[in-house]
Structure formats: structure tokens, C-alpha cells
């Protein structure tokens, strides 16, 4: 699975779940921060979290979902990448 | 000022004053010394002083009645309150009678069909054929303690038979031609009827539909009824099931003569009919309607709220399953006349029941939100396939009316109110209605019914949206629930949820006006993520998308989610529209902003059908358990069980 395939999973699961069709324009930037463009609340966050374990069968620890790993496009593709989810 | 604020129909003065409802109004402010200052204060003291209330319309409908008006009401609790106990009264007799000599000539019954079939009776007319027909029931046993049973169109000889057995003292329990043998035995087993009223088949979308075969299974499971009445003559259907047939043309022909006929008074709560409610848990309960209640009842609904008048002519769009069949009945005692019109609404035109109004000079015409979205989206014109100058109101009921329909209805049919009334079986008859003196607003009913002490008893979330409640008593209220001797199933269905206060079982908003939005049934109701959820919230969203034929929004138990459950949405979409993305994600944005998040399905699944009951109206409760693996309690209540396999096996819904 290529970059551009998981970006556009992820970006699919935000439409479905909260933005429905707006996902694109709330992010902006891949770069730009989640939490401070309003694109998930924690609950959100949570619920990405059970989202890419089940879609990447990856194990993400719940201390590590934190502003450094996991607020933004590129930081979330960093991550499952690193730890192996773009081989699903 | 918004759209919701601005009355969409506004009544002529001079029209309103010379209604019923304002006559009324300052009848009761002369008896009760007050000047009211407006309808809601003149409303709010019907409820509050609800005695004197039913006291003087009793006295201003005059009814002909005998023995003596007090107590108005023995009794303040709203579960064992009785009215009028020194009261009798005939129901047949105060629909037939004329109150002046020209109306015994005046048209009192129309009947037609969709395959064209037309006869009309005059007052004289009709009141001599049901008195015939009740000299012969008479002699065949029929009267007080009776039950008599019908498979029946809506047309003359569903009336004559039913104004005969009740003017005798009989109850009457109807149901449309088109349920199945096991809906009708649900409900007529449990009542044990000594005669069975049957047509032997019935029109539908230009065949004729034959019920030989469900009338063999039907006799069978009644061993009590011993006399089969053919209605529309077609013995052939009736025969060889071993019972005493005869038709009810041959009743009529026997018990013809020219001698006067005395309609026996009952007392004021004397059994009238038994209803049946929709039936999707458990066995259909029967509702125990008397004849005082009934008549008071209706006559305040459609001489008040309605304002049928001498010369008017109604036409209800019902089967005769539905309560609004034995309320248009009731027209008759307002010297209105009925239009029974049976069969296809859109057969053999798409306009037929238009072009019917218009021929037949309708006044009131009645209906339901379906075929009024039925003929927006059929681009139907009614002003230009009708004359409707006769036309003066629409009545909507049966399910949530959409704001965009009150635009659609002043555009289409001209300027006339669209009228939302609500109700039901429960109460045969409305707890919200029209009313002459009002304007109409858009998604709202115009008043309370008078003489109710409605109110919305509000969640501990607040919120606007509340339940709908009744907390005094009154006079339409079921008498029992039949074959319920200590009144315990009677208590659960109403009393049960808030003790002393009548519970419906609908959700409404009650406006600062005095109106009221009825947002659909609350038994439906949803628990998503530890909120409450009302599926007519997100019905009045999905009235917009016009990709949707019907919607049924349903939770369904998963426990991987958090509160362990998740909203399912059941779309039937209109012919070659597919579920995409894209207006999935449509649905749901909408659904986001104009409902909330939470109403926000986990699931939209396309599928082919939906599960409705009988009487047409759409089973939630059926759905659910289908879609939570569960057999639902009475399949017989429905229509087509068979589109409950499909969701079952739904993929997206978690099926194989």
C-alpha cells in the first residue's frame, strides 16, 4: 500500500465519521495540527486510534498518542509506517 | 422574522367569524362570565375547567339525548373518571337524524371506486337502509353485548352494516380487505363475534383481488361466528364454510318498511367499537370505544376544530382498519356528508383522488403525508387536474407532516389551510388539531384540542421535545381494554410510565402559539451513546433528499462500540437511485447539521423494502429486532414480513 493509498484510507474514515465530504478542506495542510484546525476531539482520536489498529494491524499504546505522533496527516502516516502498517 | 414564523395560511376574518369554533367561544365566555381575550386563553380554560367545558358544549351540540347532564364527570382520575353516567344516547341515531326538514333530501352518502363505480344516498335514503338492515340483524340476535365483526371496503355497505349493529347495541370491529388471515384472526379471535361481515373481494390497482382463500382460514379460526353477511353479495366467497350465509342486500330487502324506527338509547358509556391497536408487540390490544365518548368527541373535533357544517362533504382517504373510518363516520351527525372513496388513489390516473375532490365538490378533503409527497414528487398540479373551488381544508394525518409540504399544498391545491391533526386509535380521534381562528404555521399542527390538558413532559436533558401527555380526564378516553378484567394491560399501555397522567406515546413540541409538532412516536426511540434519540428528528432531515422513498432509523445492540449500540439507517431509495458515496456522505452531513452528531448514522443500508404494519404505518419495533437477530413478537401485525429476512442478512448490518 502506497503514502497516497493510507492518506487517502485515513482521509476516507474522517469523512464517514465526522466530516462527511468536508475532511480535505477542515485539514488544510498535512502538516497542520489536528487538534488546533478542530479536525478530532479526543474521542475522535480515540476512535482513529481502534480505526488503524484494525485497518493496518498495527498496536498503537495509548501513551504514544500524543501531539508528537499523532497530530497531523503526516505524523499519523509516519507512524503506521514506522511500525509497519503500509505493508497491509 | 424566519420562515418558521411567518403563517403560511392566514383565514378571512369574515370566515373565521362566522365559524363554529368562534360562535362556541363566545357561547362558553356568556355562560362562564368571562371575556376571553384570545383562543388560548378561551383553550387554556377549556382545560382548566374542563366540566364546565364539556358541560356547555354538550348543551351547545345538543345531542339528542335523555336523562340528565350531571355529574358532567364522576370521578378525577383520568383512569376511572366517568362522564355523564345519568346520560343515554343513541350513536346511529344522532348520525342519521336531520335537524331540519330539507335534509332528509340532502346527499348524505357517496360511494365510489376506482373502477369508476358511483351511488349516492340522501339522508331519507340512508337512514332508511340502515334501519332495514337493522330490523333483520335485530331479529337474527344482534344487539347490547354483541360483537360483530367486518372484512369491509370503505363504502355503503361497510356503513349501513356498521350503523345497524351499533344502533342496536352491537360493538363494531372493522378491518380492510387487504390484511391476512392471520392479522384478522389476531384481532377477531380475541373478541369471539356471533357475525362475521365479509366482501368477498376487492379492487386494487385495476385487478380484483379475491379472499375465498383467506376467508376459509378466517371462518375456521372464528368457531363463535355462526352468521356469514356477505356485503357485496358475492355469496360464492362465503359459501360451504359450513355457517348461515346470507347478504346484507337480502337483510336490507327483509327488514324494508315504512313504519318508524326508535333507536335504542344506551347508556353514555355503553360499548361502541373495539379498535385494535397497530399490534407490533404482542397480540393487537382491543380498545374499548363507548358511544357517548365517541360521539362528544367527534362532534367537538369536526364541528369546532374543522367546522363541518351542514351541506360540506368530506372525503377521508382510510380503510376500514383505520380509526379515521369510524371518524369520518361521525361526520354525519354534523349534517356533513361522506365521500366513501375505495381502493387505488392512483388508479386509474395518477390524479384520481384529485379529480374525485374536484368532481364530487369535496369541502374537507383528507389524507396522509405520503400521498401528498407521493404527488410532489409525481409533479402532480391538483388545481389543474380538479375544480377545487369547493375545496376549503386539507386534513394530514397518519404521520409527521414536513414543513416543505405546507409550501408544496399552497402552491399546488391553492390557498386553503393544510391542517395536521393528531391522535389516534387510543382516543379515536385527535389531541391536536385545526382550527377555524387560527393562521396555520408550517410543521404545525394549529391547537390543542379543547377540553385536553395537553402538555409535553420534557427529558431531564430538557430540550423543547417532550412526551406527549393528557392530565385530565376525558370523555374519549377508552372505556377498557376487552378481554382485560382487572385493567392491568390497560394501566401498562397508558398509565404505567407516569402514574396518574395519560402517557400517548408520541413526542411533540408545544409552541408559544398554542401549537403543536407532533415528531413521531417515542416507543421508537433510540439510546445512542446514552442519549435519547427520536427517529422523527431525523425523518423531518431526510424528507429533503428527494433520492429517498422511506427511512427507518433503528439501534442496534453492538457491543464494540461505546454505550454498546449503534444507529442503523434503512433507506428504500427511489427507483434507479443507488446509495454512492457521495449522498451517503450527504445524508450524513445533513443529519450533522441540522440534527445533531448523535443522529449521525453508523450505518446507511440500502434495501428494498421496509416493515409496515397493516394499516401501512412503518414498524421501527420490527426492524430493530430483525436487525438485533430477534424474531418480532407478531409478524402477523405485519404487512410484509418477508423484507425482515432481507435484513437480517444485510451485510452491513452484520449479517452472513
Given at each position: 500500500m502506497t503514502r497516497a493509498d493510507m492518506r487517502r484510507l485515513l482521509i476516507d474514515w474522517l469523512d464517514d465519521k465526522y466530516h462527511f465530504g468536508d475532511a480535505e478542506a477542515k485539514i488544510g495542510?498535512?502538516?497542520?495540527s489536528f487538534l488546533d484546525r478542530g479536525v478530532l476531539d479526543s474521542l475522535g482520536f480515540v476512535a482513529l486510534v481502534v480505526y488503524l489498529e484494525d485497518k493496518f494491524r498495527i498496536k498503537i499504546e495509548l501513551k504514544l498518542l500524543n501531539r508528537e505522533n499523532f497530530d497531523s496527516v503526516n505524523k499519523i502516516l509516519d507512524y503506521v509506517t514506522a511500525h509497519g502498517g503500509g505493508n497491509a | 422574522m424566519t420562515e418558521s414564523d411567518r403563517p403560511i395560511f392566514v383565514p378571512e376574518p369574515e370566515v373565521s367569524s362566522r365559524s363554529q369554533m368562534a360562535y362556541f367561544m363566545a357561547y362558553c365566555a356568556r355562560a362562564a362570565g368571562i371575556d376571553f381575550e384570545d383562543w388560548l386563553e378561551f383553550s387554556k380554560w377549556s382545560a382548566a375547567s374542563w366540566r364546565d367545558f364539556w358541560r356547555c358544549f354538550l348543551a351547545w351540540a345538543a345531542p339528542e339525548t335523555e336523562g340528565t347532564s350531571e355529574p358532567v364527570c364522576a370521578g378525577d382520575a383520568i383512569e376511572s373518571a366517568v362522564f355523564f353516567p345519568e346520560l343515554r344516547l343513541s350513536y346511529t341515531g344522532n348520525l342519521l337524524r336531520s335537524t331540519s326538514p330539507d335534509q332528509d333530501e340532502t346527499v348524505a352518502l357517496i360511494a365510489l371506486d376506482e373502477t369508476g363505480r358511483r351511488s349516492e344516498w340522501t339522508r331519507a335514503e340512508l337512514r332508511a337502509r340502515v334501519e332495514a338492515a337493522a330490523r333483520s340483524l335485530r331479529a337474527l340476535g344482534v344487539g347490547p353485548g354483541a360483537r360483530v365483526a367486518a372484512i369491509a371496503r370503505n363504502d355503503d355497505e361497510a356503513i349501513v352494516a356498521c350503523l345497524a349493529a351499533t344502533g342496536l347495541g352491537a360493538t363494531w370491529s372493522s378491518v380492510g380487505p387487504d390484511q391476512g388471515h392471520e392479522a384478522i384472526l389476531a384481532r377477531f379471535k380475541q373478541l369471539d363475534p356471533g357475525l362475521l361481515l365479509t366482501v368477498g373481494s376487492y379492487p386494487y390497482q385495476g385487478s380484483i383481488r379475491p379472499l375465498r382463500d383467506r376467508l376459509e382460514a378466517v371462518v375456521a379460526g372464528l368457531p363463535t361466528a355462526r352468521i356469514l353477511v356477505s356485503l357485496d353479495r358475492d355469496l360464492a366467497a362465503v359459501s360451504g364454510l359450513g355457517r348461515e350465509v346470507v347478504t346484507l342486500a337480502e337483510l336490507e330487502a327483509k327488514g324494508s318498511s315504512s313504519e318508524a324506527f326508535n333507536w335504542p338509547r344506551f347508556p353514555f358509556n355503553h360499548p361502541l367499537f373495539v379498535m385494535f391497536s397497530s399490534g407490533t408487540t404482542g397480540a393487537p390490544k382491543c380498545i374499548v370505544h363507548g358511544v357517548g365518548g365517541t360521539l362528544l368527541e367527534h362532534l367537538k373535533e369536526q364541528r369546532l376544530h374543522s367546522d363541518f357544517k351542514p351541506g360540506d362533504r368530506l372525503l377521508f382517504t382510510t380503510s376500514c382498519g383505520w380509526m379515521m373510518w369510524n371518524w369520518q363516520l361521525s361526520a354525519l351527525a354534523s349534517q356533513t356528508a361522506i365521500v366513501a372513496y375505495d381502493g387505488s388513489p392512483t388508479f386509474p390516473a395518477l390524479d384520481s383522488l384529485w379529480r374525485a375532490v374536484g368532481q364530487e365538490r369535496v369541502s374537507v378533503f383528507g389524507t396522509g403525508p405520503a400521498y401528498l409527497q407521493y404527488c410532489r414528487d409525481a409533479a402532480i398540479v391538483p388545481r389543474d387536474c380538479a375544480d377545487l373551488t369547493r375545496l376549503r381544508a386539507i386534513q394530514s394525518t397518519g404521520s409527521v407532516l414536513g414543513d416543505k409540504m405546507y409550501d408544496w399544498v399552497a402552491e399546488n391545491a391553492g390557498s386553503l389551510p393544510l391542517q395536521s391533526i393528531s391522535g389516534g386509535t387510543d382516543i379515536l380521534g385527535c389531541f391536536v388539531l385545526g382550527n377555524p381562528l387560527l393562521p396555520v404555521f408550517r410543521g404545525e399542527a394549529q391547537s390543542i384540542s379543547l377540553g385536553i390538558d395537553l402538555r409535553s413532559l420534557k427529558s431531564d436533558g430538557g430540550g423543547e421535545v417532550g412526551e406527549l401527555i393528557c392530565c385530565n380526564p376525558f370523555p374519549s378516553r377508552p372505556i377498557a381494554f376487552f378481554n382485560d378484567p382487572d385493567g392491568s394491560k390497560f394501566h401498562a399501555a397508558y398509565f404505567s410510565q407516569n402514574p396518574g397522567i395519560w402517557t400517548h406515546g408520541d413526542f411533540v413540541i408545544l409552541t408559544p402559539r398554542g401549537g403543536a409538532r407532533i415528531l413521531g412516536r417515542s416507543d421508537g426511540v433510540m439510546n445512542i451513546r446514552g442519549v435519547r434519540i427520536g427517529p422523527a428528528e431525523i425523518y423531518s432531515v431526510l424528507q429533503d433528499f428527494v433520492e429517498i422513498r422511506q427511512a427507518m432509523a433503528v439501534e442496534q445492540l453492538s457491543p464494540g462500540e461505546i454505550g454498546g449500540s449503534r444507529l442503523i439507517l434503512l433507506l428504500v431509495l427511489r427507483e434507479g437511485v443507488t446509495l454512492d458515496r457521495p449522498l451517503t456522505l450527504r445524508i450524513k452531513k445533513e443529519l450533522s447539521r441540522r440534527a445533531s452528531m448523535l443522529h449521525v448514522p453508523a450505518v446507511i443500508a440500502a434495501v428494498d423494502d421496509l416493515p409496515a404494519t397493516h394499516n401501512g404505518k412503518l414498524s421501527e419495533r420490527a426492524a430493530r429486532d430483525a436487525v438485533n437477530g430477534r424474531l418480532p413478537a407478531n409478524l402477523a401485525a405485519l404487512r410484509n414480513p418477508g423484507c425482515l429476512e432481507q435484513l437480517r442478512a444485510h451485510v452491513d448490518l452484520g449479517g452472513a
Open positions: 495542510d498535512d502538516e497542520a | -
